[in-house]
């Protein structure tokens, strides 16, 4: 791991760590309340060098750069090929989301009845130094072009990010997929990051589509389930908390509930006598969350109505919670209010960026190798050249008869977990030799009663004593044909490897060439065709040769005398002489027979299904040129695979980018 990225990780825990509550005092000078303090002890405070290093500048000079980090890999599109730290905003329509939101940004937010959201937004506060003016961007992609609007002032956000929406996802009420951003720097508000998902719709209305809510779920989804992202639900505090859509989706994928922080919104809208529930479910004691839970209040309908400013709203929330006989006591331990909520969401941004530094630069040079080596057998694509594009045919076929001299030399590189063709070919041909031996077996156990009744009903002049020549070659000849059967099998099985594994090699190296890809598969099956036949009409021409009985007199004699010495394995004390001596001829005859089967057989199937076949099989593919076929028409590119280059090139610039950025990052 880079060095810059492990430090980040070390110091961005330090600095979570050392977040400590601020003091009621210090809370009521955030929200521009004073105490009994006297205004001289206020300047004083104020006028204080130690308050250079509060906590704003301590993120300014620790956690924003690495908050920044993890936005300019989000603005690189790296979240398209693996996850990065977020926070995304939940909730049911009319959630107070969206209040929230303003809140938090200081801007006035798309309002309304139905679907509000309807894109993911992503929204980048920015803290400046006192003194710097406001500066707003907005950026999205509408078919496949990148457009980006500059905001002077907080007025023009709501209207941009309207316009932006239809741009987006179009005029009506569906929704979209593709992200708009929100960047905003400004003193007022705090460093955080947050992605904010379109408000869970139970039923559709109007022109909504009629699946909008199986929609929007579908994308809430996508975002909470990854590890990486923290949910903050938002839920209106005068409903049942366990019924709400949003905190059962986001326990679906969190059931323990590290991920997931609750924001109770509406506090004025609960009813008398229900404060007691409100102030246990904040207090994590009704529907248990491992990050627990805040409150806040931000401005209403009414609010808007009557031109209350983000400002003004913020003063008016500390006095309602300050003054309240039941919310009071969460304010004072900081559980209640928008500024809290900010320190808050701060805090765990930093402790979850502070968990995945370490994984993530790992995580893009894995996935980095993998899409380069993806793109690498893809190809480059087709050069327009006349000249070249022929060369790029020819080196095409090279490649793809070069794996096929590989595979029949059982040398072709086979990835974990698999095996080479030539290893099951293999497997095939000890299964015949398997069978060959246990027809053997069987042949000495039961040879005594076919010897017998053979001798019953076959004998001739000769007299006791003297073995019948055409009993014994009647024998012989009849268990030998009964392993032909077997052989075709084992034949119809060595083809079916071949044939797929052929076609396998085939689709991988013309796969992108639909045209290329049939012609291929045409020889592939012309030719295998031909040589199983002869294959076949080989194996019967072989089982015909072995009704000639003949072996070779010093390895008959050999195999004869090793039979007679493990005679007692067979013979019985009431067998007479020349039944054991037939006995002892038959199995002799036969295990001459079996060895020479055991390697014929394969040796015929090697020859014409490995040798002939790929050769012949080259040499087709190399003619492919010299047919009438087009050169252009050949290789004329699948729509998809073409597409899939276009967007595995895409990946790996990102990817590269982000391995960049994060190797020359110096988050100290």
């Not at 679907?115 to 406001?134: A, D, E, F, M």
């Not at 559980?335 to 320190?343: D, M, N, S, W, Y």
């Not at 071949?498 to 992108?512: D, G, L, M, Y």
């Not at 012949?616 to 003619?623: D, P, R, S, V, Y």
Request: proline letters at 3%.
């Amino acid at each position: 791991m880079h060095n810059s990225v492990r430090s980040a990780a070390v110091q961005l825990t330090s600095v979570a760590a050392s977040m400590k509550k601020p003091k009621r005092s210090d809370i009521m000078q955030m929200n521009g309340e004073t105490s009994g303090t006297a205004p001289e002890a206020q300047k004083s405070n104020s006028d204080d060098p130690r308050r250079c290093m509060s906590l704003d500048q301590h993120y300014e000079e620790k956690v924003r750069p690495c908050i920044d980090l993890i936005d300019s890999l989000r603005s690189l599109g790296v979240e398209k090929d693996l996850a990065l730290p977020a926070i995304a905003v939940i909730g049911d329509q009319s959630s107070g989301k969206s209040s929230v939101l303003e809140a938090l940004s200081g801007v006035a937010l798309p309002r309304g009845s139905g679907i509000v959201t309807r894109c993911p937004l992503i929204l980048k506060l920015k803290k400046v130094k006192r003194g710097q003016p406001w500066a707003g961007w907005l950026t999205y992609k509408h078919d496949k072009q990148c457009y980006r609007f500059d905001l002077t002032n907080p007025g023009e956000v709501g209207k941009a990010v309207a316009d932006a929406q239809v741009a987006v996802a179009g005029r009506g009420e569906g929704i979209s997929r593709e992200m708009i951003s929100l960047e905003i720097k400004s003193t007022e508000v705090p460093d955080l990051t947050l992605i904010d998902l379109p408000g869970i719709a139970r039923v559709a209305v109007g022109n909504q589509p009629k699946d909008i809510g199986d929609q929007i779920k579908s994308m809430i989804r996508e975002y909470i389930s990854k590890q990486e992202t923290i949910s903050l639900v938002v839920v209106p505090a005068n409903i049942d908390i366990a019924t709400t859509e949003a905190l059962k989706m986001a326990n679906e994928v969190d059931p323990s509930g590290q991920r997931t922080l609750g924001v109770l919104t509406k506090p004025d809208l609960v009813d008398k006598g229900a404060e007691e529930t409100v102030v246990n479910t904040v207090n994590n004691l009704i529907v248990s969350l491992k990050k627990g839970y805040m409150i806040v209040k931000c401005r209403g309908q009414q609010d808007i109505n009557d031109n209350l400013t983000l400002e003004k709203a913020i003063q008016k929330e500390k006095a309602f919670f300050k003054d309240h006989p039941h919310f009071r006591t969460l304010m004072d331990n900081q559980k209640a209010t928008i500024p809290c909520l900010a320190e808050r969401l701060t805090k765990e941004l930093v402790e979850h960026i502070a968990k995945s530094l370490p994984k993530l630069e790992e995580q893009i040079d894995k996935k980095l190798g993998q899409t380069a080596e993806k793109l690498k057998n893809l190809g480059d694509g087709v050069p327009q050249n006349q000249h070249q594009m022929t060369n790029f045919l020819i080196e095409k076929i090279k490649k793809f008869n070069n794996h096929l001299l590989e595979v029949i030399r059982a040398e072709e590189a086979v990835e974990e977990g698999n095996t080479r063709m030539f290893a099951k070919i293999r497997c095939q041909f000890s299964t015949w030799k398997i069978q060959l031996d246990k027809k053997a077996n069987k042949l000495e156990e039961h040879l005594r009663d076919e010897v017998e009744e053979f001798a019953r009903t076959r004998r001739g002049k000769e007299l006791p004593g003297f073995i019948n020549y055409k009993t014994f070659e009647g024998i012989v000849k009849e268990h030998i044909q009964d392993m032909e059967e077997p052989s075709i099998i084992v034949l119809r099985n060595v083809a079916e490897i071949i044939r797929c594994h052929v076609n396998k090699i085939a689709t991988s190296h013309f796969e992108a060439f639909p045209n290329l890809l049939r012609v291929t598969k045409v020889n592939v099956e012309d030719l295998r065709e031909q040589e199983n036949r002869n294959a076949e009409e080989k194996l019967h021409w072989q089982f015909s040769m072995e009704k000639t009985v003949y072996s070779q007199d010093c390895l008959y004699s050999y195999q004869l005398s090793a039979v007679k010495q493990r005679g007692t394995t067979f013979a019985l004390v009431t067998m007479n002489a020349d039944l054991k001596e037939m006995t002892q001829h038959v199995s002799a005859y036969f295990k001459l027979a079996s060895d020479r089967l055991a390697n014929q057989i394969p040796l015929i199937i090697h020859y014409h299904l490995l040798d002939q076949y790929i050769g012949h099989l080259e040499i087709a593919m190399m003619g492919i040129l010299g047919q009438d076929h087009a050169v252009s028409w050949l290789l004329r590119e699948d729509l998809n695979k073409s597409q899939e280059r276009e967007a595995l090139k895409g990946s790996v610039e990102r990817l590269r980018k982000a391995r960049h950025l994060l190797t020359t990052s110096v988050l100290i």
